[in-house]
DNA sequence: CATAATTAAATTGTACACAATTTAATTTGT
DNA sequence: ACAAATTAAATTGTGTACAATTTAATTATG
C-alpha cells in the first residue's frame, strides 16, 4: 500500500517532468524568436486573433493577471505587442500585434517543424496524448 | 499550413497546462501537509531512500541546484529535512528525513486517495499517459 | 607531488506562477 | 440617481525554474 507514495506512480510527477523537458526542447527554437516558452504561447494566441484582451488570454493559457501583467510588459518592450486600454470599457486592456509581431509569425512556422524531430512521438502516440491531456484540462 | 501554429495544435501547451491543473488539484491536500507541489516530491524521493545527495535528488526529479539548495533549506526549517555535508566527501550534502520527516509519510498516504477522484480518467487512460509520458523522458 | 581538471553545491540574475490584496471602472439594486 | 456589488488589471509577496558563474573539495596528470 506504500507504494502509492512512489514517486514513479504518481502521475502527476512525469506529467510535470515531461512538461518542462518538452518545453526544454523549444528553448534553442525560441531562442531565434527572442521569446521564452511563456511569451511563445501568448504570441500563439494573438497570431489565431488578434485584439485579446488579458482577461480572454488568461482563459485560453491558464494564466492570471499576475503572471500575465509582467509577461506582457515584456513583449511590448521587444516590439511585438502593443497594449491599450479598451476604448469601450476601461477596465480592459486590449492587446494588439505590431508590424514586428506580425513578421515574426512568419519566422515561428519553422518551430513546430523543428519540435516535431525532437520529440520522439508517433503520431499516434502524440494523438493519445493528446486526446487525454485534454480529457483532464475539459471543465 | 498556418495551422501548425495554433495553441490548440501544438503538443507542448495541454501538457504544460494539464501538468498546472494537476498540481492545483495537488494543493487542498498538500497544505495539510504544509508542503508545496516541489517540496511534496522531494519529500517522495526521501521517503523512499534515506541519505540522498543534491545531485541524485536533482536527476531524479530533474530540477539542479539552483532550484533545490533555497527548496532544501525551506523543507529543513520546517524540521522534516536535516542537511549534512558527507563526510567521505565533502562536496556532498546529504540530506536525511528527522522524526517529523517521517511521521509525515504516514499523513501523506491521504494524498494519492483523493487526488484519484480528482482527476478523472479511467485507468487505461492514466496507464496509457502515464506509458508515453515516460517515453518522452526515456534518454 | 603540485598543479590542472573535474565535480558538487551554492550563488546570482532573470522569468515565470499564483494567492491575496488593491485600484479603478462599470453594473446593479433600491 | 447613487451607494453597493462586481469586474478587470495591477500590485505584492512567496516559491519555484534554470542558465551562468563562483566556491570549495577531490581527482587526474605531467
Known sequence: ????????????????????????????FLDKLDLTYTQYI??????ENENVNVKELG???????????????????KGYIIRNK???DERNLVISLTKDGKILKR?????????????NLTNE????????LYKILKK
Chains 1, 2 share one sequence.
Open 1 to 28: 500500500m506504500f507504494d502509492c507514495l512512489k514517486l514513479e506512480n504518481q502521475l502527476c510527477f512525469p506529467l510535470y517532468a515531461a512538461s518542462k523537458e518538452v518545453i526544454r526542447k523549444y528553448k534553442p
Open 42 to 47: 501568448v504570441m500563439l494566441v494573438l497570431w
Open 59 to 77: 482563459e485560453k493559457l491558464f494564466l492570471d493577471s499576475g503572471t500575465l501583467t509582467p509577461l506582457l510588459k515584456k513583449i511590448e518592450d
Open 86 to 88: 479598451s476604448e469601450y
Open 107 to 119: 519566422k515561428a512556422l519553422d518551430v513546430p517543424k523543428g519540435i516535431s524531430k525532437c520529440v
Open 125 to 132: 502516440e502524440a494523438m493519445t496524448l493528446y486526446n487525454i
